[in-house]
């Protein structure tokens, strides 16, 4: 079984550029997450989705960040304009209830690491 | 959002048995337990997760504690690439979210 794929693996802009990291998730799971690591950190979680509607997104900067999942599958997380603190490692993820437990768990990609210079 | 405390790392030896606690005084009763770990340069990967009972799976064990206010992760033999981070998480119920913390670092000495 295919894992989640996130692309790029890496990514250098300028602060106030924009850049943006596309996710593919595990075919035929419903929910997507797109989390922030900072370094030494754990992840924090950006904005989840529910096929193509969002969850939760309490966490997302509005004002620079933006996420959609069209048609259930892909997503993309964007950032316009980029700021120092921006320089993180993002990381998507997808879930599904664990046959035999009908607990959720998530699937992560390898992330983007993004730095802003 | 519930909180888990764990020490900031540990060190182990190569094929002994390791075990990482991890508090969560404030858990509620619909509160699953998950524990993650991430290797360097990858995402977290599902390690294993609890109620009430003990579990067992081919990674690992959890020993979670009568008053589940604190739990344990036991690595049986610990080899060199089970050195991670490894993420001690209350799983919220709806929606079901992960709050990852800061978690604990494991070192394995040859």
């Known amino acids: 079984e295919a894992g989640v794929a996130q692309s790029p693996r890496y990514k250098i802009i300028e602060k106030r550029q924009s850049v943006a990291f596309w996710c593919n998730p595990i075919?035929?799971?419903?929910?997507l997450y797109w989390y922030q690591q900072i370094l030494g950190q754990g992840p924090k979680l950006l904005i989840q989705?529910?096929?193509?509607?969002?969850?939760?997104d309490s966490q997302l900067p509005k004002d620079r960040f933006s996420a959609e999942r069209l048609k259930g599958v892909d997503s993309t997380l964007k950032i316009q304009p980029a700021k120092l603190e921006d320089s993180a490692v993002y990381l998507c993820?997808?879930?599904?209830?664990?046959?035999?437990?009908?607990?959720?768990?998530?699937?992560f990609g390898a992330g983007t690491r993004l730095s802003v210079l | 959002d519930a909180k888990t405390t764990q020490p900031n790392s540990m060190e182990s030896n190569e094929e002994e048995p390791v075990h990482l606690p991890c508090n969560h005084s404030t858990i509620s009763g619909t509160d699953y337990i998950h524990w993650y770990r991430q290797l360097p340069s990858q995402g977290p990967e599902y390690v294993i997760h609890g109620l009430t009972s003990n579990v067992n799976n081919r990674m690992a064990s959890l020993a979670i504690a009568e008053d589940r206010k604190s739990s344990t992760l036991i690595l049986h033999r610990a080899t060199l690439r089970d050195a991670a981070v490894y993420y001690c998480?209350?799983?919220?119920?709806?929606?079901?979210?992960?709050?990852f913390g800061k978690g604990i670092t494991l070192s394995v000495r040859p």
């Open positions: 075919s035929g799971h419903a929910t």
């Open positions: 998480i209350l799983r919220e119920l709806e929606p079901p979210k992960l709050t």
């Open positions: 993820a997808s879930s599904t209830v664990r046959p035999g437990t009908g607990e959720n768990i998530q699937y």
């Open positions: 989705f529910q096929n193509n509607g969002v969850v939760d």
